[in-house]
């Protein structure tokens, strides 16, 4: 009898023993067991990787826009840019033009994202490349958009405004392609405007009814008026009611709260937009920038 | 995904797109199906009615530009009818009623192929 099970638990180690010899001299080859992890694992890695290559383009992104506000005698000035995704594309910038003159510029690239992201880049050349040419708002628009029709696909386009502060002439010169007018507070005739001049947003059309539609505007300024330009993504913050913003509201709030610096402003609005929307998502990108004449 | 439909009818050689609900990134590839089926029917007298629809965003916007030369070339248009004032308001400060004929109803529109 013990015989017998001595011979069954040699036999067992034998083979157990073999086996493991076997396993040994194959040597597994480590890139054979790829084919053993699941599906799901590489589709998790590829989403990593592609979530790191859009924090570099926020990153590379960020750097295009402005890291600091222009600092002149007289004037304060605030900004905000809140995109919706790692990237998006409102754009935003400041040009010195010398002699106390300086140009602002506020555009809303058509649709969000990747491609927004590099239109809003293409904007950006476009823009800088225009701006030392002429003072004028007009100019620099019309020279844009013939710019951005000829460069980029049909349907896709980008609303925008270009101004001009001169702090000597105490004048605001600007133009608007197709964007959200401009919300003015003039402190001296104690009101509030929204001023909307003609004109049609960029890449809409190749640059005959462009040019002869666009207004240029011009307004005179005074201490204590302020400024406020904003991208969409602002005024149509839904909330869960699919009720939006709007701009009577944000009127509303500059005009009721006069006597705020640019930053308290801005702050101040931004606040009202997080009460507002309260847990809903942000669906598009979101810029202000307000200038108040000190 | 929002809720977004296209229904046609014609009356002879123009053709009523009634477009209802939300028009965004991930809806428009519909309407530029419909666009697409009527180039390639070879109707170029297009009306485009928005009586039901909600939501435009600029992606729904950029699919008619993206049609509109094609079309005119062909010595047809589109043209587009009964907007809701909310949505009215972002073609006019885009500018488009410069481009494009924007009228209160599908009739008023059809006269302007006339």
């Known amino acids: 009898f013990i015989m017998w099970n001595g011979i069954i638990i040699f036999a067992v180690l034998a083979v157990l023993i073999g086996i493991a010899v076997t396993a040994w001299n194959k040597k597994i080859d480590p890139n054979q067991l790829k084919q053993f992890v699941p599906p799901y694992i590489h589709r998790m890695k590829e989403r990593e990787r592609i979530k790191k290559e859009l924090e570099i383009a926020r990153k590379v992104q960020l750097s295009f826009l402005p890291n600091e506000v222009p600092r002149y005698p007289g004037i304060e000035v605030s900004t905000v840019c809140i995109p919706a995704n790692e990237v998006g594309g409102d754009y935003f910038d400041f040009i010195d ?26 904007t950006k050349g476009f823009l800088k490349a225009q701006v030392k040419e002429s003072y004028s708002p007009r100019d620099v628009l019309v020279k844009m958009n013939e710019l951005f029709y000829e460069n980029v696909r049909r349907g896709n386009f980008i609303s925008m405004i270009y101004g001009v502060f001169d702090l000597k002439d105490q004048s605001f010169t600007f133009s608007r392609a197709g964007h959200n007018p401009v919300i003015i507070r003039s402190d001296q005739k104690q009101k509030i405007e929204q001023l909307c001049p003609k004109g049609i947003a960029l890449g809409l059309e190749k640059g005959a009814v462009f040019g ?5 505007m011009q307004i005179k300024i005074s201490k204590n008026d302020m400024f406020v330009l904003y991208t969409d993504g602002v005024s149509e913050a839904m909330n ?23 930053k308290e402003m801005i702050e101040l609005i931004q606040q009202k937009i997080r009460d507002f929307v309260g847990n809903t998502a942000q669906h598009d990108d979101m810029t202000m920038i307000i200038v108040k004449i000190l | 995904m929002e809720m977004f439909e296209v229904g046609r009818s014609d009356d002879g050689d123009i053709s009523i797109l009634y477009i ?13 199906q419909e666009l697409q089926n009527l180039i390639d029917e070879g109707k170029y007298k297009i009306i485009v009615n928005f009586n039901e629809l909600s939501y435009i965003s600029s992606a729904g916007l950029g699919v008619f530009m993206g049609f509109i030369e094609t079309i005119r070339e062909k010595e047809g248009d589109i043209k587009l009818s009964s907007m809701n004032p909310k949505i009215f308001r972002v073609f006019d400060l885009l500018g488009f009623p410069t481009l494009y004929d924007i009228l209160d109803t599908d009739e008023e529109a059809k006269k302007k192929f006339a």
């Open chain 1, 97 to 122: 033009l010398g002699d106390d003159k300086f140009g602002v510029v506020i555009g809303d690239v058509s649709g969000k994202g990747i491609p927004a992201a590099f239109h809003m880049t293409l």
């Open chain 1, 212 to 216: 002869r539609f666009i207004e240029e």
């Open chain 1, 240 to 262: 869960d009611d699919k009720i939006e913003f709007g701009e009577d509201r944000l009127e509303n709030i500059v005009k009721a709260n006069s006597y705020l610096s640019a």
């Open chain 2, 20 to 32: 209802k609900g939300y028009l965004d990134a991930h809806t428009a590839p519909k309407l530029e």
